[in-house]
């Protein structure tokens, strides 16, 4: 699955954030940011599937979850941007790259 991050700076420091799943790594530069994002993204899904929450977590973010064989599917950016604060405050006040990123999403 292709997932939409976004790399800003604040504070000094590089920050890749993901609006789909609301979390975000940051570091010194993007290497860094990067390296932290994988961690963080690792993080949720063995926290999230160990404690079976993991597909009520993604539809309390407003991912659509079909049953069989077909895909999930995130949040439409534009519904992001109404809904979630934080990536609405990233969007207006910062200058940003975004990129998508390839993802393996855990169906168990």
């Known amino acids: 699955m292709s997932l939409p991050l976004i790399e800003f700076e ?3 420091s590089q920050i890749i954030y993901c609006p789909a799943l609301d ?14 994002f994988e961690i963080v993204l690792e993080e949720f899904f063995r926290y999230t599937l160990n404690k079976n929450t993991f597909f009520e977590e993604l539809t309390r973010m407003g991912w659509k979850i079909k049953k069989g064989n077909k895909p999930m599917s995130p949040p439409q950016m534009s519904d ?22 390839e993802i393996l999403i855990p169906v168990s």
């Open 23 to 36: 979390l975000s790594g940051y570091g010194k530069n993007e290497n860094e940011a990067k390296q932290s």
């Open 10 to 12: 604040e504070d000094g």
């Open 80 to 101: 992001l941007l109404e809904k979630n604060e934080n990536f609405s405050r990233i969007f207006n006040e910062h200058n940003f790259r975004k990129f998508d990123k």
